[in-house]
């Protein structure tokens, strides 16, 4: 079994930047893909951004290209830098781990094996 725990949620202004963090334990997993999703009040869980184990493949959803940055270290820990919020930003943001060696980007929540309890990101206007 592998365990997330993600934290750095909290409530910000609106072009203001939070940092999130995912640290990974349990079982050693060699190759994977670590991905973000976020989910808002009566909505799906969407994709926000993957990286996988070499950092060879990433991928983000359109809405946050350019304002979020997805980042990984040696220990399958991974960030998501994000900046310029904005209100539709607010959701529970979530990581997840695929293991394997896929060498696409991984944007379907069925796609993940692993998953952290969420972190809360609320954007004020």
């Known amino acids: 079994q592998v365990q997330l725990v993600e934290s750095g949620g909290g409530l910000v202004q609106a072009g203001g930047s939070l940092k999130l963090s995912c640290l990974a334990s349990g079982r050693s997993v060699s190759t994977y893909t670590m991905g973000w999703f976020r989910q808002a009040p009566g909505k799906e869980r969407e994709f926000v951004a993957a990286?996988?184990?070499?950092?060879?493949?990433i991928s983000y959803t359109d809405s946050v290209k350019g304002r979020f940055t997805i980042s990984r270290d040696n220990a399958k820990n991974t960030y998501l830098q994000m900046n310029s919020l904005k209100p539709e930003d607010t959701a529970v943001y979530f990581c997840?781990?695929?293991?394997?060696?896929?060498?696409?980007?991984?944007?379907?929540?069925?796609?993940?094996?692993?998953w952290g309890q969420g972190t809360q990101v609320t954007v004020s206007s």
């Open positions: 990286i996988n184990w070499s950092g060879s493949v």
């Open positions: 997840a781990l695929s293991p394997g060696a896929i060498l696409r980007p991984q944007r379907s929540p069925y796609d993940y094996n692993y």
